[in-house]
């Protein structure tokens, strides 16, 4: 039996994800509360091979991308998030299944076969979406990034951010602004998850 949390955190690059997981992370563990941060990709075999290939082809291959996100995926479920849920621990993902669904979907794969290869993913128990125009996303990146990825063009950002409203709306994502200052994001989302953690 899973004791603890699967929170996760979704966004378009850019969109203050990263950030927001590791300050909801702290004000947990400060409240007395046992909670990780971890990621999609990981820092495992498949996960490194992701960091260090895929997002340095020039084309992009969608069908491959989505069975090594979904190899990785597997190896977080089962190596890390499912151990440390019986143990009690609120395990904060920085990106999870709907990653996969946004945008190897906006690649042009089908959402019904995304899924159906990341069938053994359980359900997050809360999916947080931090939503921004893609422009902006797409701004804040190119501040922080020297080069830029297959994955950061203008009209494919546009159709990964449509698929994780359609998503956000279907699965009932928390969905917050992400073109506010950090801090007040970082208060809403607090708020939010210390409601659902005292009504769980």
Not at 175 to 188: A, I, L, S
Request: one cysteine or more; hydrophobic letters at 40%; a positive charge.
């Amino acid at each position: 039996m899973l004791k603890g949390k699967l929170i996760v955190f979704e966004g378009l690059d850019g969109s203050g994800k990263t950030t927001q997981a590791f300050m909801l992370v702290e004000a947990l563990n400060r409240r007395g509360y046992k909670a990780e941060y971890t990621c999609e990709p990981t820092y495992g075999r498949v996960g490194d091979l992701i960091r260090l290939h895929v997002s340095k082809l020039k084309s992009r291959k969608p069908i491959y991308e989505a069975l090594l996100f979904a190899a990785d995926r597997y190896e977080h479920i089962f190596r890390e998030v499912k151990p440390k849920l019986r143990k009690g621990v609120i395990m904060i993902s920085d990106r999870y299944v709907y990653s996969s669904l946004a945008y190897q979907g906006a690649g042009g794969l089908s959402l019904e076969w995304l899924k159906s290869i990341n069938f053994f993913a359980p359900k997050p128990d809360l999916t947080i979406y931090l939503d921004v125009p893609a422009r902006e996303a797409l701004a804040r990146k190119h501040k922080s990034a020297s080069r830029r990825t297959v994955f950061e063009d203008l009209e494919f950002q546009s159709k990964v951010r449509e698929i994780y409203l359609k998503l956000a709306e279907e699965e009932g994502f928390l969905k917050f602004d992400g073109t506010k200052p950090v801090e007040t994001v970082h208060r809403e989302v607090l708020r939010a998850v210390l409601r659902f953690l005292r009504k769980t």
